[in-house]
């Protein structure tokens, strides 16, 4: 069955819970050491090797972990773009130069969320990213992508398309969250790739 249009929306908060619950369970040395192996795995792929500025993100809570590629693509020289969440759900950029650039803010009604302290570059900054790390609950065989349904990586993909980039759009993932299919809107895009602490898929010729 193919979900197409807004009927996809309940499907798609009954799979988040779901795939939350699964999350949740694991403790925090399971986090750790997938963090560890998904940052092996994804500094192994060529876009992040040639990649001279990344829109990334810092995990929380029972996430993918980040933190440990972020500091690797740091060492590399490459700059690392983290976001800021604004009132409409739309994202802002900031620089990541380390831990210490790094506030922890909470939000009306979600997590706390780590962003970058300093400069504010705005929305369209993510545009002159090589390469885009989206967080995500999951990714089917097309590379469909399940986000936490707040909006804000639909915003940025909006404008990566008006801006007429073509970053390659990759996604950290647990190994489980690799699936058969999730529901898609007509708004939804494909990604990349995906990586998992076990491998990386690809799912678009064009990366």
Do not use: C
């Amino acid at each position: 069955m193919n979900h197409i249009g807004r009927s996809a929306e309940p499907d798609k908060r009954m799979l988040r819970r779901e795939f939350l619950v699964v999350r949740n369970r694991l403790t925090a040395d399971d986090v750790r050491e997938a963090a560890t192996a998904l940052a092996g795995r994804a500094l192994g792929l060529p876009e992040l090797a040639q990649a001279r500025t990344v829109a990334a993100y810092v995990s929380v809570g029972s996430e993918p972990g980040t933190l440990a590629l972020l500091d690797a693509l740091r060492a590399r020289g490459v700059q690392v773009l983290l976001p800021a969440l604004l009132p409409d759900n739309d994202l802002d950029w900031g620089a990541y130069t380390g831990a210490g650039s790094l506030a922890r803010v909470r939000h009306s009604g979600k997590m706390a969320l780590f962003e970058p302290a300093g400069e504010r570059l705005g929305p369209d900054a993510v545009t002159g990213a090589d390469v885009v790390l989206l967080p995500g609950l999951a990714v089917d065989a097309r590379g469909m992508r399940l986000g936490r349904g707040g909006g804000s990586y639909d915003r940025v993909l909006a404008h990566l398309e008006r801006a007429g980039a073509h970053p390659a759009l990759v996604v950290l993932l647990y190994d489980s969250e690799v699936v058969e299919r999730v529901p898609e809107e007509s708004h939804d895009q494909p990604v990349h790739a995906v990586v998992t602490p076990s491998g990386v898929r690809r799912f678009r010729g064009d990366a």
